[in-house]
């Protein structure tokens, strides 16, 4: 039988979606009242690679990551993921109309993958409590992050890659 271990802190990301990059920039400081500074972030990009969104945020949407500098217990990914949800319905859609201005999606990143919290359900899924599951969506092997075969499209990009790769060096050199 195997000894019970503690994992290490893990570093807490977000990919953020919005219309415009103030909106982006809003929810940064939503995040960073919540959890800490932010150490670093992805360039924005155009989200897209889906329609999801649309109705409830608008068209056009662009997207970013960021990570926090503050290491966080892996245990606590629901936790955040509920009050994430908390903190969209505060940040209203900059065109007036009813609905999200900004998606929050956390997650962490460790040594060895990118976990991602969700409150949908699905084959690949795990529960963790409290109507959240989490997924690991790539893993790292070979010397890079991989996706997996639900990985989400604008997590498969070089942009993403390169950023969850540099986000994972961060996690490293703080052990």
């Known amino acids: 039988m195997g000894g019970i271990a503690v994992p290490e802190p893990v570093k807490l990301v977000f990919a953020i979606t919005g219309q415009t990059e103030a909106m982006l920039h809003r929810a940064v400081g939503r995040l960073e009242e919540a959890f800490g500074p932010v150490d670093s972030e992805s360039d924005i990009y155009p989200f897209t690679f889906s329609e999801y969104y649309a109705t409830e945020m608008g068209s056009s949407l662009i997207k970013r990551f960021c990570s926090m500098a503050t290491p966080v217990d892996p245990e606590a990914l629901a936790d955040?993921?509920?009050?994430?949800?908390?903190?969209?319905?505060?940040?209203?859609?900059?065109?007036?109309?009813?609905?999200?201005?900004?998606?929050?999606?956390?997650?962490?990143?460790?040594?060895?993958?990118l976990v991602l919290a969700t409150t949908k359900n699905y084959s690949h899924r795990l529960?963790?409590?409290?109507?959240?599951?989490?997924?690991?969506?790539?893993?790292?092997?070979?010397g890079g992050f991989q996706p997996m075969p639900w990985t989400y499209p604008d997590y498969r990009t070089e942009l993403a890659l390169?950023?969850?790769?540099?986000?994972?060096?961060?996690?490293?050199?703080?052990?």
């Open 80 to 113: 955040i993921k509920l009050a994430s949800n908390v903190m969209e319905c505060g940040l209203p859609r900059p065109d007036g109309l009813p609905g999200r201005g900004a998606n929050l999606d956390p997650g962490y990143v460790n040594g060895a993958q």
């Open 127 to 142: 529960y963790l409590g409290a109507g959240i599951f989490a997924e690991i969506t790539l893993i790292y092997q070979r």
């Open 162 to 175: 390169a950023y969850f790769e540099q986000v994972r060096r961060l996690c490293l050199e703080r052990r």
